[in-house]
Protein backbone atom coordinates (compact mmCIF):
# COMPACT_ATOMS: atom_id res chain seq x y z
CA UNK A 1 0.00 0.00 0.00
CA UNK A 2 1.36 3.66 -0.71
CA UNK A 3 2.17 5.66 2.53
CA UNK A 4 -1.17 7.45 2.01
CA UNK A 5 -3.50 4.24 1.93
CA UNK A 6 -1.71 2.61 4.41
CA UNK A 7 -2.15 5.69 6.67
CA UNK A 8 -5.73 5.34 6.55
CA UNK A 9 -5.66 2.02 8.28
CA UNK A 10 -4.35 3.24 10.99
CA UNK A 11 -5.30 5.49 14.02
CA UNK A 12 -5.53 8.99 13.53
CA UNK A 13 -2.67 10.54 15.96
CA UNK A 14 -2.98 12.14 19.30
CA UNK A 15 -3.13 15.62 19.79
CA UNK A 16 -0.91 16.80 22.39
CA UNK A 17 -1.13 20.67 23.77
CA UNK A 18 2.12 22.14 23.28
CA UNK A 19 3.09 23.55 26.88
CA UNK A 20 -0.52 23.50 27.35
CA UNK A 21 -2.11 25.31 24.52
CA UNK A 22 0.74 27.56 24.07
CA UNK A 23 -0.90 29.69 21.09
CA UNK A 24 -3.68 30.36 23.57
CA UNK A 25 -2.57 31.30 26.43
CA UNK A 26 0.78 31.78 28.43
CA UNK A 27 3.18 28.83 28.01
CA UNK A 28 3.59 26.81 30.66
CA UNK A 29 0.91 28.16 32.69
CA UNK A 30 -2.38 26.59 34.85
CA UNK A 31 -3.79 28.95 32.33
CA UNK A 32 -2.05 27.38 29.74
CA UNK A 33 -3.27 24.30 30.88
CA UNK A 34 -7.02 25.04 31.40
CA UNK A 35 -7.15 26.36 27.70
CA UNK A 36 -6.30 23.22 26.42
CA UNK A 37 -8.71 21.44 28.72
CA UNK A 38 -11.28 24.15 27.70
CA UNK A 39 -10.49 22.86 23.82
CA UNK A 40 -11.23 19.34 25.07
CA UNK A 41 -7.58 18.51 24.93
CA UNK A 42 -6.76 15.50 26.76
CA UNK A 43 -2.59 15.30 26.66
CA UNK A 44 -0.82 17.86 27.41
CA UNK A 45 2.97 18.83 27.03
CA UNK A 46 5.32 20.72 30.02
CA UNK A 47 8.84 21.60 30.49
CA UNK A 48 10.56 20.91 34.05
CA UNK A 49 13.56 22.69 35.79
CA UNK A 50 15.12 23.24 39.00
CA UNK A 51 15.08 26.34 41.09
CA UNK A 52 18.22 27.66 43.40
CA UNK A 53 16.57 26.32 46.15
CA UNK A 54 16.06 22.85 44.83
CA UNK A 55 12.09 23.04 43.42
CA UNK A 56 10.44 21.63 40.65
CA UNK A 57 8.99 24.19 38.62
CA UNK A 58 7.49 24.55 34.92
CA UNK A 59 9.53 26.66 32.85
CA UNK A 60 10.83 26.38 29.16
CA UNK A 61 13.92 28.58 28.89
CA UNK A 62 16.79 28.33 31.29
CA UNK A 63 15.71 31.93 31.68
CA UNK A 64 13.00 33.31 33.40
CA UNK A 65 13.37 36.48 30.61
CA UNK A 66 11.25 35.69 28.06
CA UNK A 67 8.15 34.30 29.94
CA UNK A 68 8.04 36.87 33.48
CA UNK A 69 8.59 39.91 34.36
CA UNK A 70 12.02 39.05 36.33
CA UNK A 71 13.78 41.75 34.61
CA UNK A 72 11.88 44.40 35.94
CA UNK A 73 11.74 43.02 39.38
CA UNK A 74 14.96 41.87 39.37
CA UNK A 75 17.02 44.59 37.38
CA UNK A 76 20.57 43.32 38.31
CA UNK A 77 20.25 39.25 38.40
CA UNK A 78 21.34 38.76 34.42
CA UNK A 79 20.77 36.23 32.84
CA UNK A 80 18.00 36.06 35.10
CA UNK A 81 18.81 31.59 35.09
CA UNK A 82 15.95 30.21 36.58
CA UNK A 83 18.46 28.08 38.63
CA UNK A 84 19.69 31.22 40.79
CA UNK A 85 16.30 32.12 41.75
CA UNK A 86 14.47 31.01 44.63
CA UNK A 87 11.39 29.71 44.56
CA UNK A 88 9.98 32.36 46.88
CA UNK A 89 11.16 34.70 44.30
CA UNK A 90 10.06 33.01 41.47
CA UNK A 91 6.57 33.15 43.26
CA UNK A 92 6.55 36.91 42.97
CA UNK A 93 6.72 37.12 38.83
CA UNK A 94 4.66 37.70 36.81
CA UNK A 95 4.26 34.58 33.85
CA UNK A 96 1.36 35.90 32.26
CA UNK A 97 1.28 39.70 31.16
CA UNK A 98 4.25 38.55 28.39
CA UNK A 99 2.00 37.76 26.49
CA UNK A 100 -1.39 39.19 27.13
CA UNK A 101 -2.56 41.54 30.15
CA UNK A 102 -5.10 39.97 30.62
CA UNK A 103 -3.23 36.82 32.18
CA UNK A 104 -2.35 39.26 34.63
CA UNK A 105 -1.52 37.40 37.70
CA UNK A 106 -0.47 33.96 36.32
CA UNK A 107 2.55 32.56 38.24
CA UNK A 108 5.51 30.34 36.86
CA UNK A 109 4.27 27.05 38.71
CA UNK A 110 5.75 23.96 40.52
CA UNK A 111 5.63 20.96 39.07
CA UNK A 112 3.54 20.00 42.07
CA UNK A 113 0.83 22.46 41.01
CA UNK A 114 0.81 21.39 37.54
CA UNK A 115 0.35 18.29 38.18
CA UNK A 116 -2.66 19.06 40.34
CA UNK A 117 -3.80 21.08 37.72
CA UNK A 118 -3.76 18.41 34.98
CA UNK A 119 -5.53 15.88 37.12
CA UNK A 120 -7.94 18.08 38.54
CA UNK A 121 -9.27 18.81 34.84
CA UNK A 122 -8.28 14.44 33.96
CA UNK A 123 -6.01 15.29 31.73
CA UNK A 124 -2.57 13.48 30.67
CA UNK A 125 0.64 14.83 31.01
CA UNK A 126 3.40 14.65 28.17
CA UNK A 127 6.12 15.79 30.85
CA UNK A 128 9.87 16.49 29.06
CA UNK A 129 13.24 16.93 31.42
CA UNK A 130 14.39 20.28 30.30
CA UNK A 131 18.12 20.70 30.40
CA UNK A 132 18.15 17.57 33.03
CA UNK A 133 22.16 18.30 32.45
CA UNK A 134 22.04 21.85 35.09
CA UNK A 135 20.57 20.18 37.61
CA UNK A 136 21.93 16.67 38.90
CA UNK A 137 19.63 14.12 40.05
CA UNK A 138 16.29 15.78 38.62
CA UNK A 139 15.30 12.39 37.18
CA UNK A 140 15.15 11.07 41.03
CA UNK A 141 13.69 14.26 42.09
CA UNK A 142 10.68 14.22 39.56
CA UNK A 143 10.02 10.47 39.78
CA UNK A 144 9.46 11.18 43.82
CA UNK A 145 7.11 13.89 43.21
CA UNK A 146 5.43 12.28 40.67
CA UNK A 147 5.05 8.99 43.05
CA UNK A 148 4.11 11.82 45.86
CA UNK A 149 1.35 12.89 43.57
CA UNK A 150 -0.23 9.56 42.83
CA UNK A 151 0.95 9.86 39.45
CA UNK A 152 2.99 6.23 39.60
CA UNK A 153 -0.10 4.56 40.33
CA UNK A 154 -1.17 1.63 38.33
CA UNK A 155 -3.56 3.12 35.82
CA UNK A 156 -1.77 6.27 35.55
CA UNK A 157 1.53 5.47 34.74
CA UNK A 158 0.34 3.07 32.44
CA UNK A 159 -1.98 5.56 30.57
CA UNK A 160 -1.62 9.11 31.86
CA UNK A 161 2.22 10.04 31.73
CA UNK A 162 5.07 9.87 29.25
CA UNK A 163 8.44 11.70 30.53
CA UNK A 164 10.74 12.65 27.81
CA UNK A 165 13.85 14.51 27.42
CA UNK A 166 16.46 15.57 24.79
CA UNK A 167 19.22 14.11 26.87
CA UNK A 168 19.38 10.68 26.62
CA UNK A 169 21.25 9.65 29.47
CA UNK A 170 18.15 10.95 31.54
CA UNK A 171 15.61 9.10 30.09
CA UNK A 172 17.74 6.08 30.50
CA UNK A 173 17.76 7.04 34.57
CA UNK A 174 14.39 7.89 34.21
CA UNK A 175 13.60 4.37 32.61
CA UNK A 176 15.89 2.58 35.50
CA UNK A 177 14.58 3.65 38.22
CA UNK A 178 10.90 3.26 37.36
CA UNK A 179 10.76 0.74 34.36
CA UNK A 180 6.70 1.13 34.15
CA UNK A 181 7.05 4.48 32.74
CA UNK A 182 6.69 5.12 29.42
CA UNK A 183 9.46 7.55 27.98
CA UNK A 184 10.49 9.68 25.13
CA UNK A 185 13.27 10.47 23.23
CA UNK A 186 13.48 13.91 21.60
CA UNK A 187 15.06 13.95 18.33
CA UNK A 188 15.92 12.03 15.73
CA UNK A 189 18.30 9.40 15.76
CA UNK A 190 19.77 7.71 12.75
CA UNK A 191 17.92 4.35 11.97
CA UNK A 192 20.72 2.66 12.63
CA UNK A 193 20.96 3.85 16.48
CA UNK A 194 17.00 3.38 17.02
CA UNK A 195 17.52 -0.01 18.20
CA UNK A 196 19.53 1.22 20.85
CA UNK A 197 17.40 3.62 22.13
CA UNK A 198 14.39 1.18 21.87
CA UNK A 199 16.35 -0.68 25.09
CA UNK A 200 14.85 2.39 27.29
CA UNK A 201 12.72 4.62 24.73
CA UNK A 202 8.60 4.18 23.73
CA UNK A 203 8.87 7.03 22.04
CA UNK A 204 11.12 8.92 19.55
CA UNK A 205 10.20 12.30 18.94
CA UNK A 206 11.38 14.08 16.09
CA UNK A 207 10.73 17.66 14.65
CA UNK A 208 7.63 17.03 11.78
CA UNK A 209 10.26 18.50 9.25
CA UNK A 210 12.84 15.30 9.90
CA UNK A 211 10.50 12.60 9.47
CA UNK A 212 10.13 10.60 6.57
CA UNK A 213 7.55 7.38 5.92
CA UNK A 214 10.43 5.64 5.72
CA UNK A 215 11.80 7.04 9.66
CA UNK A 216 8.38 6.32 10.52
CA UNK A 217 8.35 2.59 9.64
CA UNK A 218 11.58 2.15 11.22
CA UNK A 219 10.43 3.35 14.38
CA UNK A 220 7.33 1.08 14.13
CA UNK A 221 8.99 -1.96 13.42
CA UNK A 222 11.00 -1.57 16.67
CA UNK A 223 9.62 -2.95 20.10
CA UNK A 224 10.30 -0.54 23.21
CA UNK A 225 10.70 -1.35 26.56
CA UNK A 226 7.24 -3.03 27.40
CA UNK A 227 7.30 -4.87 24.42
CA UNK A 228 5.13 -2.79 22.44
CA UNK A 229 5.91 -1.48 18.62
CA UNK A 230 7.74 1.65 19.18
CA UNK A 231 6.10 4.73 18.32
CA UNK A 232 6.38 8.77 17.29
CA UNK A 233 5.12 12.16 18.15
CA UNK A 234 6.01 14.72 15.90
CA UNK A 235 6.20 18.92 16.69
CA UNK A 236 5.86 20.95 16.36
CA UNK A 237 2.76 20.79 14.89
CA UNK A 238 0.52 23.99 14.14
CA UNK A 239 -1.28 24.41 10.53
CA UNK A 240 -3.52 21.88 8.85
CA UNK A 241 -0.84 21.17 6.15
CA UNK A 242 1.72 20.11 8.93
CA UNK A 243 -0.44 17.85 10.64
CA UNK A 244 -2.25 15.64 7.64
CA UNK A 245 1.39 15.50 6.79
CA UNK A 246 2.05 13.76 9.80
CA UNK A 247 -0.62 11.82 9.89
CA UNK A 248 -0.10 10.86 6.27
CA UNK A 249 3.10 9.53 7.33
CA UNK A 250 1.41 7.50 9.95
CA UNK A 251 2.83 8.91 13.39
CA UNK A 252 1.20 8.25 16.79
CA UNK A 253 1.13 11.40 17.58
CA UNK A 254 1.62 15.37 17.11
CA UNK A 255 2.98 18.25 19.60
CA UNK A 256 0.83 21.41 18.60
CA UNK A 257 0.67 24.92 20.07
CA UNK A 258 -2.68 25.40 18.20
CA UNK A 259 -4.41 21.49 19.06
CA UNK A 260 -7.91 22.47 18.04
CA UNK A 261 -6.37 23.30 15.37
CA UNK A 262 -4.75 20.28 14.39
CA UNK A 263 -7.72 18.29 15.80
CA UNK A 264 -10.10 19.97 12.98
CA UNK A 265 -7.57 19.22 10.16
CA UNK A 266 -7.24 15.39 10.99
CA UNK A 267 -10.55 15.37 11.57
CA UNK A 268 -11.37 16.39 8.36
CA UNK A 269 -8.61 14.54 6.59
O1 LIG B 1 7.57 18.27 23.01
C1 LIG B 1 8.38 18.66 21.97
C2 LIG B 1 8.93 20.04 22.05
O2 LIG B 1 8.45 20.69 23.21
C3 LIG B 1 10.40 20.06 22.06
O3 LIG B 1 10.93 21.34 21.88
O4 LIG B 1 11.95 23.43 22.64
O5 LIG B 1 9.49 23.21 22.62
O6 LIG B 1 10.81 21.99 24.30
P1 LIG B 1 10.79 22.53 22.91
CA1 LIG C 1 9.09 20.93 25.46
Not at 118 to 135: C, D, F, S, T, W
Not at 190 to 216: E, F, G, M, W
Not at 243 to 262: E, W
Request: charged share 25%; glycine share 8%; aromatic share 6%.
Amino acid sequence: ASGAQAAAHEHPPVVVGHRGAAAYAPENTLASVDAAHRLGITWVENDVQRTKDGQLVVLHDTSLARTTNVKKVFPDRSPWNVGDFTLREIEKLDAGSWYDAKFKGERVPTLEDYLDEVEHNGQRLLMELKNPELYPGIERQALRELRHDGWLNGAHVKSRLIVQSFNADAIKKVHRLEPAIKTGFLGNPSVTDLPKYAAYCDQINPPHTAVTRAYVDAVHALRGPHHRRLELYTWTVDDAKAAVGSAGLGVDGVISNKPDVVREALADG
